[in-house]
């Protein structure tokens, strides 16, 4: 079957950094991506890691291992406007996403 | 970056209509596009992918004579909901494959479809 683990809900504080993580288990491994969604809009892009690494994007950082079919989403200087639910998709066999349920961040000042 | 539009971005209909949602790819060529549906609290659920000038491919426990799907060129998918009902009321959202070294998928701005 296939299966992707991210936690429901993270709250941290402005200024902060929080660390989302996500483990799957998928039939065919073609990337796994990052996609931030605030409530009512669509999926925006946020990173693409197809080797083990960290891949970093300004205050946002992405990190994989295939080996343990885990990553996780690091965001730095959090700010007010990152509250929104995060998403993390792996590319299957056929080039579809699968997404996880999503982990909803509650940014406090 | 690539653009994708979604139109139209809400509708309330009756139960029993039909109902089109158009997306389209507007400053690249999409040859799969991809129909998903987002309940509220949930994440995107795959329908079906769409090919250009092919059949949709839909996911498993997908009405395909339902949720019609069309690709009649490489910047339109549409999707059709026939015979809506209220349990159909869902954030409906394309995607769009392409027009980056990463490949990803872009996201239109959903429809938010509400059947009464």
């Known amino acids: 079957g296939q299966n992707i683990d991210q936690p429901t809900e993270m709250t941290a504080t402005e200024g902060a950094i929080v660390q989302i993580n996500c483990t799957y288990q998928?039939?065919?491994?073609?990337?796994l991506f990052w996609y931030q969604q605030h409530a009512g809009e669509a999926p925006t892009f946020l990173s693409y890691?197809?080797?083990?690494g960290l891949e970093e994007k300004g205050r946002f950082s992405s990190f994989l291992s295939r080996s343990k079919g885990y990553s996780y989403l690091l965001l730095k200087e959090l700010q007010m406007k990152d509250s929104a639910s995060y998403l993390c998709?792996?590319?299957?066999?056929?080039?579809?996403?699968?997404f996880g349920t999503g982990t909803l961040l509650a940014v406090q000042p | 970056g690539a653009v994708v539009s979604q139109h139209p971005s809400w509708v309330i209909c009756k139960s029993g209509t039909s109902v089109k949602i158009e997306c389209r790819s507007l400053d690249f060529q999409a040859t799969t596009m991809f129909w998903y549906r987002q309940f509220p609290k949930q994440s995107l659920m795959l329908m079906a992918t769409s090919n250009e000038g092919s059949k949709a491919t839909y996911e498993q426990g997908v009405e395909k004579d339902k949720f019609l799907i069309n690709h009649a060129s490489l910047t339109l998918s549409t999707l059709t909901v026939t015979s809506a009902h209220p349990e159909d009321s869902s954030f409906y959202i394309c995607?769009?494959?392409?027009?980056?070294?990463?490949?990803?998928?872009?996201f239109g701005p959903g429809t938010r479809l509400t059947v009464l």
């Open positions: 890691n197809v080797l083990d």
């Open positions: 995607s769009a494959r392409g027009g980056s070294i990463y490949n990803e998928q872009f």
């Open positions: 998928t039939s065919g491994f073609n990337g």
């Open positions: 998709a792996v590319g299957g066999a056929t080039n579809k996403l699968i």
